[in-house]
């Protein structure tokens, strides 16, 4: 596939994530990118995903334990939600909400659902980003940029 | 493409700047346009911004020195490069203690914080109460936390903006109001209020001593929730833009503090033994910390002084003065003359003496005038010299009506003063400071509690012409932006408030 091709897929593509995703986010981390700091999205998308792993592992621990904490399930799910809305993860950021809600109640099976559905939520978008990643390199790796999306009204 | 999207949602996300950028062209031109102003992520190299710099400074706000803290590696690393884009000089810290150490390793190395409220080794608000204490930085929180509660915290903790996560970048556009903010604050409040301002950015400046660790032992208590509390804060006009209490450092005060700090002797006190002996009620360690530092750093420069008879410059003291002891054979002298020409009540030479002798004053009975003591207080700028006698008397018509004070007066001032000193019930002679003549020192001389309000201390026509106490510099203080104005109480007439202290430091230049 030539890079316009490929191009035109990854801009059609990082539209409909947009739409329906990530939100503005994820075109304005595409905005940050540049010359001097061309990996820029890549960096941060694989540092969201490193550091969302541990912390949904932590969420499962913690919600394991006999007497559950729920000051310290509470503090991961804040901090998971702080990350997702920076990268633009709408959908995780809403099921943290819920979750925290539930924390608050201290209530052990609905907390454990919420637990389920962020990372639902979190598998979903992450694959989303993989692709994106993916579309991307595709296209540096043919020798062409990441066009600059316009959304043409 | 995309049809025109009418959910209300969608636009709301849509960040503004968005269209704006010069690779998306104006798309959305119908739509409305932000501010305006787009931070290109051209090359990130930053124009250093400092104060003074006046080719930097035509490139305000590019460089401003911003320090971030998020334990979130995700949102630092976002945040961090949203900043670079805005043409900050950022540094990135993922934990408060780094963050406050690096703060304190380099007072004066950043413009404005933010911080996030959540964090695992401190909470953010602690920070902020450290940064305000200890640097006087604006700082921002963020949180992903839009809870009012949360947003109220940061209020009343003085934070000088709240971001909700996710931070756009427009967001940070727009933050190096802050800092300009608080910089025509704190000037404007020197103007007006006269206050000791703790841990000030501009007192850093200007000293080259950096606030010193004593300032950090033991116990962190916010001094903002002091400000009820104490006694001594003086009610002033333009508190509202405030967000620390200040400790007003009253004659009485500081006649308690010198008190015990000779009780201690000077190099034995500490701030905690300090606070044991003077038992305030409200007073904080920190407060008298602070106080002691400029108190030391008083000291030194008197011990350090020489004097410079040709000049306009006023000392304080004889070269002989190396210690506050021997300023005390000055003082005599001074007073003595001053008393001769009845200019200064002999009740009060007594007691000036026993000032600047360190002695409790036995004859009079009177609390330790704190004339003398009060000097050190302007003294935070080495060049600041008080004048000597009628000697020295400036072309601004500087007089020293008491050891060390110079002030222009009108003679009838100073008549005034003499009526007002007779009467005296205690000591302390009240010098306000005021601006009356050249426009140009009203914005740098601090007003000292209105003389309106202590009317009866200096004669009527006194009132629109209180004395001026003018920087030794041979000029009104703006000249060097040292605004000293010196206030001493004169107790001839009740006053039931301790009256506001001085505080000067060169004027900030924007």
Redesign the interface.
């Known amino acids: 596939m030539e890079v316009a091709q490929m191009q035109r897929r990854l801009v059609d593509y990082t539209?409909t994530l947009f739409?329906e995703f990530l939100?503005?986010?994820v075109?304005?981390?595409q905005?940050?990118q540049?010359e001097?700091?061309p990996d820029?999205v890549v960096?941060?998308v694989s540092?969201?995903f490193d550091?969302s792993e541990k912390l949904l592992n932590d969420l499962s621990t913690a919600l394991d334990q006999p007497n559950v904490d729920f000051k310290k399930v509470d503090?991961h799910v804040?901090?998971l939600?702080?990350?997702s809305?920076?990268?633009?993860a709408q959908r995780v950021?809403d099921a943290c909400v819920t979750f925290r809600n539930f924390c608050e109640e201290q209530n052990i099976d609905a907390t454990l659902r919420c637990l389920q559905q962020v990372k639902h939520e979190y598998y979903l978008v992450k694959n989303k980003l993989e692709t994106l990643l993916r579309l991307e390199q595709q296209i540096m790796a043919a020798g062409g940029s990441i066009p600059?999306?316009?959304?043409?009204? | 493409m995309f049809k025109h999207v009418k959910s209300r949602n969608f636009l709301h996300n849509f960040p503004p700047f968005f269209f704006l950028g010069l690779e998306f062209g104006s798309v959305f031109r119908e739509m409305n346009s932000s501010s305006g102003k787009v931070y290109m992520s051209t090359a990130s190299s930053s124009a250093g911004w400092k104060a003074g710099d006046a080719a930097a400074a035509d490139q305000f706000p590019a460089g401003l020195r911003v320090l971030v803290v998020d334990d979130d590696p995700t949102c630092l690393m976002i945040l961090e490069k949203m900043l670079r884009t805005c043409l900050y000089e950022v540094t990135k810290c993922n934990r408060a203690a780094t963050a406050l150490s690096m703060l304190r390793e380099n007072k004066n190395g950043f413009d404005i914080v933010i911080s996030d409220v959540h964090m695992p080794d401190m909470d953010g608000f602690k920070l902020l109460e450290h940064i305000g204490l200890e640097m006087d930085l604006p700082v921002i929180m963020m949180s992903a936390d839009d809870g009012k509660h949360v947003v109220m915290k940061g209020v009343t903790h003085g934070a000088c903006d709240y971001l909700i996560k996710p931070v756009r970048i427009e967001a940070l556009k727009n933050i190096w109001q802050h800092v300009v903010r608080k910089r025509k604050n704190e000037w404007k409040d020197f103007e007006q209020s006269g206050s000791v301002e703790e841990g000030d950015q501009q007192l850093k400046h200007s000293e080259d001593a950096g606030y010193s660790s004593s300032a950090n032992e033991g116990n962190w208590k916010s001094s903002k929730r002091r400000k009820d509390d104490e006694d001594e804060t003086d009610e002033r006009d333009d508190t509202s833009t405030l967000k620390k209490p200040r400790v007003v450092w009253s004659v009485e005060l500081h006649q308690q503090f010198v008190v015990a700090v000779n009780q201690l002797g000077i190099d034995k006190a500490v701030p905690k033994k300090i606070l044991e002996l003077m038992n305030v009620p409200g007073l904080t360690r920190e407060n008298v910390a602070s106080h002691l530092q400029k108190y030391r750093l008083y000291l030194r420069r008197l011990s350090g002084v020489s004097q410079h008879p040709s000049n306009l410059n006023n000392t304080f003291m004889s070269p002989q003065d190396a210690t506050f002891g021997p300023l005390s054979s000055l003082n005599v002298l001074d007073l003595q003359t001053l008393a001769a020409t009845g200019q200064l009540p002999a009740q009060s030479l007594a007691t000036l003496e026993a000032a600047g002798l360190g002695r409790p004053t036995g004859k009079s009975g009177l609390p330790v005038p704190l004339v003398d003591q009060r000097n050190f207080f302007s003294f935070e700028n080495p060049k600041l010299r008080f004048g000597e006698g009628q000697q020295h008397v400036n072309n601004n018509k500087q007089m020293n009506l008491l050891h060390g004070i110079p002030t222009t007066m009108e003679p009838k001032q100073l008549a005034g003063l003499h009526h007002g000193a007779q009467s005296m019930g205690n000591m302390n002679m009240q010098v306000t400071s005021h601006a009356p003549q050249s426009s140009q020192n009203n914005p740098l001389l601090m007003q000292m509690a209105q003389p309106q309000a202590r009317g009866q201390m200096l004669n009527d026509s006194s009132l629109g012409h209180a004395p001026r106490l003018l920087s030794p510099m041979g000029q009104p203080i703006l000249s060097n932006g040292i605004a000293a104005n010196v206030l001493l109480e004169t107790g001839f007439k009740k006053i039931s408030e301790p009256l506001v202290i001085i505080q000067f430091r060169r004027t900030l230049r924007c």
Do not use: R, T, W
């Open positions: 539209k739409m939100g503005c986010s075109l304005q981390l905005q940050l540049d001097s700091n820029f960096e941060v540092l969201f550091d503090a804040h901090q939600k702080g990350s809305s920076s990268i633009g950021k600059m999306i316009e959304m043409g009204f």
